[in-house]
Nanobody
Framework: QVQLVESGGGLVQPGASLRLSCTTS????????MGWFRQAPGKEREFVAS????????RYADSVKGRFTISRDNAKNMVYLQMTSLKSEDTGVYYC??????????????????WGQGTRVTVSS
């Protein structure tokens, strides 16, 4: 059974940092491009970051560029999202996703086949 499980969310103040983790199982995720998406209250799910299979290239939404870093450890089947200088507009549920067999990064949610249940991030003073 394919599973993606996010962790690391929480309530933080503006300017703080968080690291989200995505634990994967049930398939060889080293073969997949991986991504992070988020959904703010009352809004549609949006792209945050993506990382390619190998060699590793990344892509970010303009709103998080320079503040967020996506990385992966294929040996551990883990994907991470390091978030710094958090803003209130970063609040939302963050989802990890896998694009099965895809080599390159993707910003389109339709390219991703497997999704986690999400972890909530709240940035508030």
């Amino acid at each position: 059974q394919v599973q993606l499980v996010e962790s690391g969310g929480g309530l933080v103040q503006p300017g703080a940092s968080l690291r989200l983790s995505c634990t994967t199982s049930g398939r060889t995720f080293a073969s997949d491009a991986m991504g992070w998406f988020r959904q703010a209250p009352g809004k549609e799910r949006e792209f945050v970051a993506s990382i390619s299979r190998n060699p590793l290239s990344t892509r970010y939404a303009d709103s998080v560029k320079g503040r967020f870093t996506i990385s992966r450890d294929n040996a551990k089947n883990m994907v991470y999202l390091q978030m710094t200088s958090l803003k209130s507009e970063d609040t939302g549920v963050y989802y990890c996703a896998a694009a099965a067999g895809r080599f390159t990064v993707s910003v389109r949610s339709t390219d991703y086949n497997y999704w986690g249940q999400g972890t909530r991030v709240t940035v508030s003073s």
